[in-house]
């Protein structure tokens, strides 16, 4: 039987468990010894003049090395806009020298024998800023009143699409518009950014950071210090998540290199959660407006997402993301005419990245919420409105109106499947009966049904590489340029090359994330791991066994056909002929057999499901509480089942997040109000519920695994179907939207509207 | 100023700032940095040891306050014999982590969840380790795995009595 498939615990978690893993400020790395620790001071205006910064008493200070500011970096060159179709002038330096842009923009870093040390004089440095007024909002920002790069002429950094024709909902019985707000968030890995850096006396550098992509980091690298990659040892050590706002080096990280050349000596950097809650990256941002027209039977006719993305103050992946909500705008429904279009803007806020979807769940919550709104205005099931509307099944390649090409999915049987697992028309029932009855709690049953784009060109093509040795000793040595965070690839991985080569996978180690080993990768994001670098695996452990049946055929003195692989011995059989065999690693006795290959996916992929949720609504305190998530997630072929529900769980969480808790707030001046994990409200353990899966699998043609993504479902389906629920639960009392998160003040402001609004409406 | 403590077993005397935080003793003074800091708030959990028998955020602890203390960390749970912690074996079991950053933390406020209550429901483990964030899991198999921990017996809530550990 075949390992894959099955449940097999991590081959990491023993030593996660006993002696925890080695994240980038546990190194004791005897490169480091000696390193200084860097402490940066940030802006703690969003936006304004920098006059002066005073480091005088800073260098006084006990333990201080340096302390720099612009001033002293005259050897780089500022971070130019990472696509070139953002507005040339937006350019980001290394440390602020006349303005500042954001609440975080660094402007100077004093380096200190020691870590407290760093903190006491941070506080010595005297930053003199004359304020400008702050850009907050997208709104703010398209006015271009204020501008963050008056050198740009304007906020807009890109733009995409064109506006609707006029006649675009003509014909149409029912058209409802609504604004929607896909509130800022913040990633939060436990994990905050760290990285260090030294330099050998022949000039090269060993950098370290916590990262999705070494290769990718490495790149950028050279590129921000102007050096030859090959000059570059970057390490991804063992990272503490990431969930997209590690991908991509931040400037930080190379910075930690250019000081640690600076001082000649190396330096390490940890930032702090406060640190890193108004430096690390953000994610979603968009202020959208979705339109929905069509029939009073249910037939969705045209529809229409006009967005704004809120890039904060340096444009990053939050610039790029509106194509991806564009791209899978009309998700898993047929709808004839869809159209959409994004603004890119700047704003003197934390840069926008990506986080867990990245551009999609931005796309599904706004389809998901103009269905339900359509459904509401012509008074129908929402189930039945999205039954009406799904693309019926297919198998071949089905390409979208927006250009976007899907391999195989039936949403049906995604969506029939989630309404029997939660027990719909119970629920249903109860509902109606609550209402009936005016109970205080009522329930709320909310709906989403997804597709999304995994495994998509992010800008290293859809391809990954894999080298896999098996040595004399009958072990074996996977390389990969995937860079796990969590996902487990250690294991899948061993489990892909144990499936063909018989070697247990407990015999096979898996390594990752530095640049010596692995020069070539494109990383873990956008759900692309098993799907390219798993495959490639799978094709390392083919091309592995026809190297060792050419060498075994010479051995055995027998035709290549012949040989056959026999799991039991891990090695190659003589068909037919028993005792004739030979292992793979006697044959690698006399010379290494070792593989590298790369595998090049066909397209991306796009996984698909379904999501029932069911609160309990206090309508008198605007209260919900999530009782039930019931999942379908169709990502194709499992390689391992407890990996998979575990990306799956963690997705739904945030995605639980999202909709009811979190959001990152700025005040009116651009102040961060939520700028420590005391104010930002992370979901806890006490405000999920355990949650119900439902298995369906459709392999896709794309690779030879079957395999989609898995990594980005949970967020991508359980936002909306949440924000769905607790919308439903208030519906019969006249509520028809309230934006996330849906916390109880918004919900208890919107029943009184909406009590208010029907009882004039009474009168 | 001078601190004796017993970290997992091994008691030592330190001359550590008054300001030091156990958590920065275990990690830099200690060398035992499975205990991660992952915030400054109080908030996220992921410094939780076992300070005289009780979970607490090494973080919001001085180690002037831990003076004459034992403390167990991660490290120390493991039997000499390299046997997993009821706890530590059902994280592995029910696949109860993924990057590990938020685990020890995790695996000791469990510890303490089980101390009180040896046999909590589900509600009551997600209550008790409601001062410990994790981004990965979603609490689900963390949960499961306090649970199915509970089934080892009163082992599950307790840690490893004087046993030497190395850093």
Redesign the interface.
Known sequence: MSILGTRV??T???L????????TD?L?DERLTGALHATFIRSQVAHGRLLSVDTSAALEAPGVVAVVTAADVTDLVPIPPPFPFINAEMTRPWLASDRVRFVGDPIAVVLTEE??QGEDAAEMVVVDVDPLPAVVGTAAAAADEVLLFPEAGTNLMASFGDPAPADFFDGCEVVVTQALVNQRVA??????RAAAAAWSPDGRLTAWCTNQGAQQARGQFGDWLEMDPDLIHLITP????G?GAKIGADPEYAFIAWLAKHVGRPVRWAE???ENLVGMLHGRAQDQVVTIGGRRDGTVEAYSLVFDQDCGAYPRIGAVLPTLTMLMAPGVYAFPKVHAQGRALATTTTSIGAYRGAGRPEATAAVERAIDLFAAEIGMDPAEVRRKNLLPAFSEPHTTPMGATYDNGDYTVALDKALEAAGYEELRAEQARRREAGDVRQLGIGLSVYVEITGADNGAGTKEAAELEVHADGTATVLTGTSP????HATSWAMIASDQLGIPVEKITVLHGDTDLVPQGGGTMGSRSLQQGGAAVHQAAEELIEEARRRAAERLEVDPTDLVVDLGLAGLAVRGTPGAAVSFAELAEDERLLVNTVFNADAPTFPFGAHVAVVELDVESGKAQLTRLVAVDDAGTIINP??A??QR??????GVAQALLEEVLYDEDGNPTTS???DYP?V???E?P??ELVDMATPTPMNPLGAKGIGEA?TIGATPAVQNAVIDAAAHLGVRHVDMPVTPMRVWRAIQQATHTQQQEGN | MQVSITVNGEQRTDEVEPRLLLAHYLREVRGLRATNIGCDSTSCGACTVIVDGLSVKSCTVLTAQADGAQVTTLEGLTGADGELHPVQAAFRAEHGLQCGFCTPGMVMAAIGVLADNPDPTDREVREGLEGNLCRCTGYHNIVRAVLTAAQAGPAAGQVPQAQEVEA
């Open positions: 615990v991590r990491e978690d023993p996660f468990l006993t002696r925890g893993a080695v994240y546990d004791t870590r407290y990633p939060v890995p436990l994990e905050t063992d990272v503490g998540g969930f702090s959660r406060s965070h969590g996902q487990g407890l990996i529900e575990g769980h963690g997705g739904f969480a945030q420590t994990l005391a992370f806890s353990a006490t999920v355990s949650f949970g």
